[in-house]
């Protein structure tokens, strides 16, 4: 199987992408694909990568989050595998409202399970697709950021940038 790879210029870092047939597979804040393809699960895993400029849809949505509309985002198709509890909080992260984070807590209740806050901040831990499954919109119970694999630097970024598009009076909506 060959993917499509990509890496873009954002005010955060380069941000790289790897897709397949128009799907996000992982993408993350480096430069260096080799950091992305360890969260890709194995049978998912592409055996070849071509590298392109443009990812119509895929890249346009990062360029529109970048610009203040976080909405396209959550419409890119993403593909990742896993046990249903992780399947279903993916789909979950991708119903949580820019600008407005959950707790760690929060998310487990509405991941289904409100006792499985472990397993839902596993679930972000083990997210491949950084932006397009937003696990930077949950932070600890304290209000704190918590972690994130590509730095807190870049989550706190990324939340300030949809919280000003709230205040902005942008359409946010998921």
């Known amino acids: 199987m060959k993917a499509q790879l990509l890496s873009m210029t954002t005010p955060d870092g380069p941000f790289t992408i790897i897709a397949r047939d128009g799907v996000v597979l992982a993408s993350g804040w480096t430069a260096d694909p080799q950091e992305l393809t360890g969260q890709i699960h194995p049978q998912l895993l592409p055996d070849a990568y071509e590298a392109?400029?443009?990812?119509?849809?895929?890249?346009?949505?990062?360029?529109?989050?970048?610009?203040?509309?976080?909405?396209?985002?959550?419409?890119?198709?993403?593909?990742?595998?896993?046990?249903?509890?992780?399947?279903?909080?993916?789909?979950?992260?991708?119903?949580?409202?820019?600008?407005?984070?959950?707790?760690?807590?929060?998310?487990?209740?509405?991941?289904?399970?409100?006792?499985?806050?472990?397993?839902?901040?596993?679930?972000?831990?083990?997210?491949?697709?950084?932006l397009f499954v937003p696990c930077h919109r949950v932070v600890r119970t304290d209000g704190t950021m918590g972690g994130f694999r590509w730095g807190l630097r870049i989550k706190e970024s990324l939340l300030a940038r949809e919280k000003q598009g709230l205040a902005a009076g942008l359409s946010v909506a998921p």
């Not at 993403?78 to 949580?96: E, M, N, Y």
């Not at 399970?113 to 397993?119: D, G, I, L, S």
């Open 52 to 130: 392109v400029e443009h990812l119509g849809a895929i890249s346009a949505a990062v360029e529109a989050f970048y610009a203040g509309d976080p909405a396209p985002a959550m419409n890119v198709p993403v593909l990742q595998k896993s046990g249903p509890f992780r399947a279903h909080a993916w789909d979950v992260l991708r119903t949580v409202s820019p600008g407005a984070p959950v707790t760690y807590t929060e998310y487990a209740e509405l991941s289904g399970n409100a006792k499985a806050v472990r397993a839902a901040a596993s679930a972000c831990a083990f997210n491949a697709a950084a």
